[in-house]
Structures are given as C-alpha cells and as structure tokens.
C-alpha cells in the first residue's frame, strides 16, 4: 500500500467511496504501487454492499500529471513494466459502482482518459486535459481510442488523442468529457454530492441502468490490452527513448 492514495468513507457521504491521489509535491503522479492501490480499492468496493458509488479526486489545483515518468524511464531502459497500470485499467472498467470524478486544474495522460470511465465528471474552470502521448512517441492508453471518438467524435478525439491540443474545461464539456464546470472551491463538494445522489437511489435498478447505457465491456478489455502492447514497444523505442530525453532536458 502507499499513502500516495487514500482511500476515505467521508461520514457526510453514506455509501460512497473516495480515492483520493495524495501525491501533490509531484503533480500526483501516479506510481506502480499507487495504481496497485487503486485497483484494490475499487476491488474492495465491488465486493462491499455497504458502497454505492465511488469517487475519485486530487488536490488542489491538481488532478494527476499523468504516469510518473521515472517508472516509464525505468522500462525503457531495459526494467519490467509489470502489471499494476493493466490491472488498474481492467478494474476500472469493469467496476461495478457508479463512478463520479471531481477534476481541479492539471489532468494529464492517465489524469485525462481516467474521466472516459466515469459516470460523472465535475471539472473546475481552471482545469487542462491534455494528453501528450504522441508528442512523447507513445501512443493513447485506458481504450480512450476506442471510447474518445465514440464520445466526442473522431476530429475531437484525434484533436486530444493524436494531435496533443490541450482542451479547457469548457471544451471538455462540449466534447462529453465533462458533466458540468464548477469554481475551483466546488469540485470536491459537487462531485460528492453527485455520489450521494447516487447512492440512494434503489442499487439493483441502477446498476442494471448503468450496465445498459455502459454496454458490453469486452470490446473495452480488448483495446485496452491492445493499446498496452503498442505502448509497451513504443517505450522500447529509440523515438521514445529521444522523446524522453529531449522533454527531461526542457525540465
């Protein structure tokens, strides 16, 4: 476990679940152990009756700078990649509860295409998505290339997926990345307030109403080992490898 996550059942909050990043002197990045973490706590609360809905938040200003660079580092240069990220990635897609997220200022990578699997998103005004990886010779993760052009069409998708453009909150609500745009102050309190709206609703009804709009997650599994492979041999290559090591020297 790491205390770069944590996980809280908030007494104001009944049923819901918060995973919260608690990493902000690294722009919560996110580690092996973190998305470890992670996948556990949604494991937990697929097993638990008691949790009806879960949400994820940052600190503020910060949602997650994405996956901590020294952990791709470490792979690219000859280390193994483990099973963490997929793990986490699978969970989240199959999770059974109600997700709800709660974005304040940088979402990056991962801090982007997390939102494409939840329920409900509140993003603050100053919040950035913004997805770098081809600009650092990888390529899309979390089956966003499969779930972004569904949601937001193909020339917003390429626009956040390929071309790296950086979409504002406003933007990201235009495109159905976001649910609604709230001040700074608010995200925390909106996104829970959503939950509990949730989590009383009857649990059987809900969970048959989200399966349905969510569909099957076959599809979602197989793109999200399918992209994992690609990016895997994209670490590995020298394009990365310069790609890297140009964005540390800007650093």
């Given at each position: 476990?790491?205390?770069h996550?944590?996980?809280?059942r908030?007494q104001d909050?009944p ?28 494991k ?24 901590d ?6 792979f ?15 969970a ?10 709660g974005?304040?200022?940088l ?5 982007t295409?997390i939102?494409l699997?939840?329920?409900l ?23 966003s ?5 569904r ?5 917003r998708?390429?626009?956040l ?11 990201a ?16 309190a ?10 009383a ?15 099957d ?7 999200i080992?399918?992209?994992a492979a ?9 394009e ?12």
């Amino acid at each position: 476990m790491t205390d770069h996550i944590l996980i809280e059942r908030p007494q104001d909050a009944p049923g819901v679940m918060v995973i919260r990043f608690n990493r902000a002197e690294k722009k919560n990045a996110i580690t092996r152990a973190m998305y470890q973490a992670m996948t556990d706590a949604l494991k937990a609360a697929d097993a638990d009756e008691a949790v009806r809905a879960t949400v994820f938040l940052g600190s503020d200003g910060c949602f997650s700078a994405g996956n901590d660079l020294n952990d791709f580092m470490a792979f690219a240069m000859g280390g193994t990649m483990g099973r963490e990220v997929i793990d986490f990635l699978h969970a989240l897609a199959t999770h059974g509860k109600p997700l709800v997220s709660g974005v304040d200022g940088l979402a990056i990578g991962i801090g982007t295409t997390i939102h494409l699997h939840c329920d409900l998103t509140y993003a603050s005004a100053r919040t950035r998505f913004r997805t770098p990886f081809v600009d650092l010779a990888l390529v899309p993760e979390a089956a966003s290339s499969l779930l972004a052009p569904r949601l937001m069409g193909h020339q917003r998708a390429f626009a956040l997926l390929a071309a790296g453009d950086g979409f504002s909150a406003d933007a990201a609500r235009e495109a159905g990345l976001v649910y609604a745009v709230v001040e700074p102050g608010a995200v925390e309190a909106e996104a829970l307030a959503a939950a509990c709206r949730l989590a009383a609703k009857p649990p059987k009804a809900l969970a048959i109403a989200r399966s349905l709009i969510r569909g099957d997650r076959a599809d979602v599994l197989a793109r999200i080992d399918e992209e994992a492979a690609h990016f895997a041999a994209q670490l590995k290559s020298a394009e990365a490898r310069a790609a890297f090591e140009a964005f540390i020297a800007r650093r």
